[in-house]
């Protein structure tokens, strides 16, 4: 039966939605390189970057992936991705912290990942550039926090960024044009279940 009252209130409250939209719109006429960092303890960081990677990649641009920490190269997102024409795809890390044990080691890692993705941060060929889990190098200080918000700051004008990885600091977070917080609310993990192909991997 339709409820001809609750028709017309929902039909106002969209109009009004609308028009706050709309008018939200009309003021944002910026145009920039977008700074972006996606933390928290809630799956999906990453997945969430790699998004951004298949939609800049949908409108022809130039994708740089830099991944730290992380040593494993058989992942479907590095399968699918390197395997485009315009995504260049690095995996610099030696596995995590719990599995490396040896800071110094990790340090060293960390450094020449860095190399890397510093020289994607300074070529405006590059439209979007993923450092994925960078906020583990700065949290655990195996990179200088200053020189590396410094080269954030500095990377081309129309550049995007985006960076994940839990616990970003204050002063990455202050930077950044846009900042998510991904929440864990329940992970099958916690209920013993492995990780699984296609989703996790």
């Known amino acids: 039966m339709i409820d001809e009252k609750q028709n017309k209130y929902h039909k106002t409250k969209m109009e009004r939605k609308k028009s706050q939209i709309e008018t939200s719109m009309a003021k944002a006429t910026d145009e920039k390189g977008l700074l972006l960092v996606i933390t ?3 799956k999906g960081k990453s997945t969430s970057a790699f998004g951004m990677v298949a939609r800049a990649l949908g409108h022809g641009m130039k994708v740089g992936v830099c ?4 040593s494993r190269t058989d992942t479907g997102e590095e399968a699918f991705f390197s395997a485009q024409p315009n995504c260049e795809w690095h995996v610099l890390g030696d596995g995590f912290t719990w599995d490396t044990q040896d800071r110094t080691q990790d340090i060293q890692t960390s450094k020449k990942g860095w190399a890397v993705a510093q020289k994607m941060l300074t070529d405006a060929s590059y439209d979007l550039v993923v450092l994925d889990e960078l906020t583990y190098l700065l949290s655990y200080q195996y990179l200088e926090k200053e020189h590396v918000l410094t080269t954030l700051k500095n990377r081309p004008t129309m550049q995007h960024a985006v ?3 839990r616990s970003a600091l204050a ?4 930077i950044a044009d846009t900042v998510s917080e991904i929440k864990e609310e329940k992970h099958a993990y916690k209920s013993g279940i492995k990780a699984q192909i296609g989703v996790d991997f």
């Open 40 to 42: 928290g303890n809630g």
């Open 67 to 70: 991944q730290f920490i992380k």
């Open 163 to 165: 960076i994940t990885g």
């Open 171 to 174: 002063e990455l977070k202050e």
